[in-house]
C-alpha cells in the first residue's frame, strides 16, 4: 500500500465549488481508499491505496462529480516525489508567506516566459513545480494558476510553503 498526497485545484475558493471535507473523507473511503484525511479546507488529502497513481486521481476526479457535481482537477504525488519536490526550492525558506509551489500535471514543455508588472516576484520551473517566490506577499501576485496554466498549457494548482510541508508531514504520519 502506498501513501499519496492528493491535491485538488479550485475547492472551496471564493464560496465557489463548496466541498466540506468531512463529505469528501466519506466519498473517499466509500471509493476504498485507506488511512484518509484532509487538511484544511482546500482539497489537501492524504490516503493510502494500492492503485496507480493515475487510477487513484480518476476515481476522486469520477467520485467528486458523481456525487458534488464538480469537475475538479486532480493532482497526486507520491511521499519521495513530495520531498523532491521541497528539496527542489530555489528560494529562501524563512518567510512561509512569501513562497509557493504551483504544483503541475506534468512536466511543461516551456521553462519559462515572460511576464510584465512582477515587480520582485519570480518564479522557477523545475521539472513539474513552479517555485513562487513573492516578497511583497502572495495576496497580490500576478504569479497565479491561471496565469500558469495559460503560458504552460498544464493544470496547476498551488500550495504555500507551510501547507506543502504541514501535508508531508501527514502523510509520514500516516
Known sequence: MKTYIVILRGINVSGKNKLPMADLRELLSTLNFQNVQTYIQSGNIILDSDETKSNVCQKIKEGIASKFGYDV?????????????????????????????????????????????????????????????????????????????????????????????????LAKDN
Not at 523532491?84 to 511543461?108: C, D, W
Not at 494548482?157 to 501535508?167: A, G, P, Q, V, Y
Open 73 to 169: 482537477p486532480v493532482l497526486i504525488r507520491t511521499i519521495s516525489e513530495w520531498e523532491k519536490a521541497i528539496a527542489n526550492n530555489p528560494y529562501p525558506t524563512e518567510n512561509h508567506k512569501i513562497l509557493g509551489f504551483a504544483f503541475l500535471s506534468e512536466i511543461p514543455k516551456e521553462k519559462s516566459f515572460e511576464i510584465n508588472g512582477t515587480e520582485e516576484d519570480v518564479y522557477t520551473i523545475i521539472e513539474d513545480v513552479v517555485y513562487i517566490y513573492c516578497p511583497t506577499g502572495m495576496a497580490r501576485t500576478k504569479l497565479t494558476n491561471n496565469l500558469f496554466e495559460r503560458k504552460l498549457k498544464v493544470t496547476a494548482t498551488s500550495r504555500n510553503f507551510r501547507t506543502t510541508l504541514k501535508l508531508l508531514e
